[in-house]
């Protein structure tokens, strides 16, 4: 659904690979977007094809990391109000029509508005420990702000007011346990890669004392305990990830 005139344009930018499964509901929930723009790193899948059929303008390029590529995304996009989705992720339409009600005002007093995410693991949607609330500034100015941190864990940073929105952005991560598995094996030799890069040095002391604080704060001060026994899951997996990341990081700075 096209948007009115008197709003502010607003492009949808996503990165993709391989996400023909997944990307088909997050388009869907985008059709009130002046432009939808998906930069694919060489899907082998049906993705590229799926985002054309769905109107999108679809850009392919090599990957240079999840920074980089969002980056890319945002200054490649028709407009300057950008709205950033991944691939599993879906705009509510709570949270559409809360775009909708800043849009008519040109999204004054604000570079950037913020959105709550909710995340569904092994089928339930989670709503303690640290992944509720999980806040992520998705909608904003590209002339005031961009995308930084340290991949993969990539945020939006902006130079002025930032403002929350109603409705949620839901979230479904993982396509199975293994998935989430994998996952984790993949992004903590990732960040360990690059925090030796940036100079960083993991002492034993970080592998054997940072992963049961970090399951101390899901699950006892962020309540994952509410969450029945998936909240136990995601806070041993959370210690888990922090714990390989650290030996990881302290093996590459002796070897």
Same mark, same amino acid.
């Given at each position: 659904?096209?948007?009115?005139?008197?709003?502010?344009?607003?492009?949808?930018?996503?990165?993709?690979?391989?996400?023909e499964d997944r990307l088909g509901a997050c388009l869907d929930a985008l059709t009130w977007c002046d432009e939808v723009l998906v930069v694919d790193s060489h899907s082998e899948d049906g993705t590229r094809?799926?985002?054309?059929?769905?109107?999108?303008?679809?850009i392919e390029r090599d990957w240079p990391g999840?920074?980089?590529?969002?980056?890319?995304? @945002?200054?490649?996009?028709?407009? &300057?109000?950008?709205?950033?989705?991944?691939?599993?992720?879906?705009?509510?339409p709570e949270l559409r029509e809360a775009i909708a009600a800043v849009r008519v005002t040109g999204f004054a007093g604000a570079a950037g508005f913020e959105v709550s995410r909710v995340s569904r693991y092994l089928g339930r949607w989670i709503r303690h420990g640290t992944w509720y609330p999980d806040w992520k500034l998705r909608l904003f100015d590209r002339r005031r702000g961009g995308w930084g941190g340290r991949n993969p864990h990539d945020h939006v940073s902006v130079d002025g007011?930032?403002? $929350?929105?109603?409705?949620?952005?839901?979230?479904?991560?993982? $396509?199975?346990? &293994?998935?989430?598995?994998?996952? @984790?094996?993949?992004?903590?030799?990732?960040?360990?890669?690059?925090?030796?890069?940036?100079?960083?040095?993991?002492?034993?002391?970080?592998?054997?004392?940072?992963?049961?604080? $970090?399951?101390?704060?899901?699950?006892?001060?962020?309540?994952?305990?509410?969450?029945g026994w998936r909240g136990l899951l995601l806070a041993y997996l959370a210690a888990h990830y922090v714990r390989l990341k650290y030996a990881k990081l302290w093996v590459a700075t002796r070897t």
């Open positions: 659904m096209a948007s009115p005139a008197s709003s502010v344009p607003v492009s949808a930018c996503i990165i993709t690979h391989d996400e094809e799926l985002a054309a059929a769905r109107g999108a303008r679809v999840h920074v980089a590529q969002k980056e890319f995304a @945002i200054r490649e996009a028709r407009h &300057d109000w950008v709205l950033c989705v991944d691939a599993d992720e879906v705009v509510t007011p930032v403002r $929350r929105l109603a409705g949620e952005l839901r979230h479904d991560p993982y $396509r199975s346990f &293994d998935d989430h598995l994998r996952t @984790i094996d993949d992004y903590t030799t990732i960040m360990a890669e690059e925090m030796r890069a940036e100079g960083h040095k993991a002492r034993f002391l970080d592998v054997m004392t940072r992963p049961p604080a $970090r399951f101390f704060v899901f699950y006892v001060v962020r309540r994952g305990f509410l969450d």
